[in-house]
């Protein structure tokens, strides 16, 4: 079947725009997960959601960094006011349940910010 | 929060067999064990995931002490295409789980 799929898959922004990355996760995948790669670097929990509910946001960056989920299917996470250490690459997993259910990652969001 | 720690880096030739161990000292009793494999410019891919002792799959076996304060990944007879970067997860549920540090990169040479 389809697996976890981003868009876009490469994103080139100016400092100070706003983008909107979205991920569709895999059917009746009840958990849904951000995190970001830096290069060179470990990944990065940003948030995570049980259904449309997102119980802990602690993990975001900043203020800048917010995310929703609707009709427990698909997320999209929005940078606002972007900065030029937001350039990473931004990955979504999916689970049927949380875990310690399997995690499905998607291609990824590779973001520049210039 | 179950800290984990793994070498940072892993060299062998094809066809040995790889070990690589992480530590969890203050994992808890409800804590899972989980092993994520990366490739570069992808996602991590699940391997292995256990709660005591020994679980063995077709691509890996890992193996727990009675104790549990660290894990073993096992991987049999790597090849080139094992190369990549293996993380150590502990945890009982989300948020406490989704720890994946730097990883331990492995690298295979013929």
């Known amino acids: 079947g389809a697996g976890v799929s981003q868009s876009p898959s490469n994103k080139v922004t100016e400092k100070g725009k706003d983008v909107e990355l979205r991920c569709d996760p895999i059917?009746?995948?009840?958990?849904l997960y951000w995190y970001r790669q830096s290069l060179g670097q470990g990944l990065e929990f940003l948030i995570y959601?049980?259904?449309?509910?997102?119980?802990?946001k602690s993990g975001l960056p900043s203020d800048r960094f917010s995310a929703e989920r609707t009709g427990g299917s698909v997320s999209t996470l929005t940078i606002q006011r972007t900065q030029q250490e937001d350039s990473a690459v931004y990955l979504c997993?999916?689970?049927?349940?949380?875990?310690?259910?399997?995690?499905?990652f998607g291609p990824g969001t590779r973001l520049t910010v210039t | 929060l179950a800290k984990t720690t793994q070498p940072i880096s892993m060299d062998s030739y094809e066809g040995q067999e790889v070990n690589i161990t992480c530590s969890h000292n203050?994992?808890?009793?409800?804590?899972?064990i989980t092993w994520y494999q990366q490739f570069p410019s992808q996602g991590p891919r699940f391997i292995i995931q256990?709660?005591?002792t020994k679980v063995t799959n077709e691509v890996a076996s890992l193996f727990i002490p009675a104790d549990r304060k660290s894990s073993t990944l096992s991987l049999p007879r790597v090849s080139l295409s094992d190369t990549a970067v293996y993380y150590c997860?502990?945890?009982?549920?989300?948020?406490?789980?989704?720890?994946f540090g730097k990883g331990t990169t492995l690298s295979v040479s013929s």
């Open positions: 256990g709660y005591k």
């Open positions: 997860l502990v945890g009982d549920q989300a948020g406490t789980a989704l720890i």
């Open positions: 059917s009746g995948h009840t958990a």
């Open positions: 959601f049980q259904g449309n509910s997102a119980p802990d």
């Open positions: 997993a999916s689970s049927l349940d949380l875990y310690p259910y399997e995690q499905y």
């Open positions: 203050n994992i808890a009793t409800n804590d899972y």
